[in-house]
Structure formats: C-alpha cells, structure tokens
C-alpha cells in the first residue's frame, strides 16, 4: 500500500484555478487563460520530484492543505477565509498530480480533506498527504 507525503514551498501559492478556463464562441473550444498556464506550470514543475514510479490503482484518500504567507504576524496560524475558495485551488492541483501519474484518473480519490489557513512561516506551502485505501 502506497502512502506518501510532501510539501510544496511558494513564495506566494500561485493564483490561477481551475475556473480561469475561457470559451471561445468562434470555435466553440475552451482554452487555458495565461494566468492559468502560467499556475498549472508551476504545479507540474513543484510535482515532479515527487510522482511515483508508476500510477496508482487503488482508491486514493489525498490531504492537502494550503498554507498562505501572512502579510501580518498577527494572521500567522490562522484560517483564511478569504478568496480564493479552496475547491477552486484544489481543483487544479488535484488536475496537475493526475497529469503527472500519481493515479491514473482524478475518480479514484474516494477521501478528500482541504484546509486554507495562513503559515506560521514567512513562505507559502502546499502540504500533500496521499495514500492508497482499500
């Protein structure tokens, strides 16, 4: 069984989301704004180093907490309530470790947890937790 964990560090966690896709009428296609690319970029580079041999099969139970640099000592290790919403962030990370072959389809995570709070730290970090369930 498969467990892992990891911790992406950000000067400030990348902005983009999975909401920024745009419709083209013309073509009738949607595409990636720059913002967008630019964000999922980042992602896949960050992941890299951490995708696994090969994909998993097996339900997934994935963890993944967003921790932002606080402008003010004062919101350090507290929750952020602010924009943006976590789905929205998770949404495109989530995409990205699919893309890199942690799994091999986003539908087997059966177990999700997502936080959103401010760092103790002076750098933004994305904490991963992901393991295999039965």
């Not at 498969?2 to 073509?27: C, H, V």
């Not at 180093?49 to 350090?76: C, D, G, N, V, W």
């Amino acid at each position: 069984m498969l467990s892992d964990y990891f911790i992406l560090t950000f000067e400030q966690i990348p902005s983009g989301t999975a909401q920024m896709k745009r419709y083209d009428g013309r073509s009738g296609h949607f595409f990636k704004s720059a913002r967008l690319q630019q964000t999922e970029n980042i992602y896949m580079s960050a992941l890299a180093q951490y995708r696994p041999e090969e994909p998993s099969e097996l339900p997934i139970a994935l963890s993944i907490e967003f921790r932002y640099s606080a402008k003010t000592k004062k919101l350090r290790g507290t929750w952020k309530t602010s924009r943006p919403d976590v789905d929205n962030v998770a949404k495109l990370l989530i995409d990205c470790m699919t893309k890199s072959g942690f799994w091999l389809d986003d539908s087997q995570i059966v177990r999700l947890t997502l936080e959103k709070n401010y760092s103790d730290k002076e750098l933004a970090e994305i904490v991963v937790t992901w393991r295999e369930v039965e």
